[in-house]
């Protein structure tokens, strides 16, 4: 069942939700200053799909600002004021033409004056790393996390396990598998899995965020 999909679902519209969900962070995440609080970025979120056509998510949003970065999908945000060089993330799922985009990625508040720059490029070089032994060694979910805590650790980072993704494809993917990645004990197909890398430096006690489709 884990693989499984049903006659609904059609591969280019699971492309094409995947590109618009990238248009809508990225979009949004331009338009992020100092001074801001989670609630601005939320309603710049909220402007942003509205004008895109979005009217339903399978799942929340999450915006996480400056030391929310750290925490994984279910904890609840403490009060930050975003400053400039400091770390942001959006996490976003809309459903467009039936099926689940699934994008987040991790972005430096104006100019990286406080370096933690570094520490954003590390997750996505930590995700394309454990995504490149997807494609080449057909590895399962489980496998893949190991790989992916292997990398963490030459970047002197901790992967937060909580983060450990999951299935996507038409809405709603829940009818198929319901549960992570990480420990899927089965080689994911292309198309059908989000593969989520959430990274934490505890001494700038920052974390930053990665996540995308599997797809060759």
Not at 4 to 18: I, P
Not at 142 to 164: C, F, R, S, T
Not at 165 to 171: A, L, M, T
């Amino acid at each position: 069942m884990s693989n499984q999909t049903s006659e609904q679902f059609n591969l280019d519209d699971l492309k094409s939700a995947r590109a618009l969900t990238v248009e809508i962070v990225q979009s949004v995440a331009a338009l992020v200053k100092p001074a801001m609080v989670t609630e601005d970025v939320e309603s710049i979120l909220a402007k942003e799909l509205k004008e895109r056509g979005i009217e339903k998510l399978w799942h929340p949003s999450k915006v996480r600002l400056g030391k929310n970065t750290t925490k994984s999908f279910r904890e609840l945000n403490e009060e930050v004021t975003l400053e400039e060089g400091d770390l942001f993330f959006l996490d976003i799922g809309p459903v467009y033409l039936d099926h689940e985009g699934d994008y987040g990625d991790t972005f430096v508040c104006g100019k990286d004056v406080k370096g933690h720059g570094r520490l954003a490029k590390a997750a996505k070089q930590i995700f394309e790393v454990t995504k490149s032994a997807w494609q080449g060694e057909n590895l399962s979910g489980e496998a893949l996390y190991q790989v992916a805590v292997a990398e963490a650790q030459k970047h002197e980072l901790i992967l937060n396990p909580a983060m450990g993704g999951h299935r996507v494809g038409e809405f709603p993917h829940a009818l198929h598998y319901k549960g992570q990645l990480l420990p899927y004990d089965s080689i994911p197909h292309s198309g059908l899995w989000i593969l989520e890398i959430l990274v934490v430096d505890p001494s700038l006690e920052r974390g930053a965020f990665f996540e995308d489709l599997l797809i060759e």
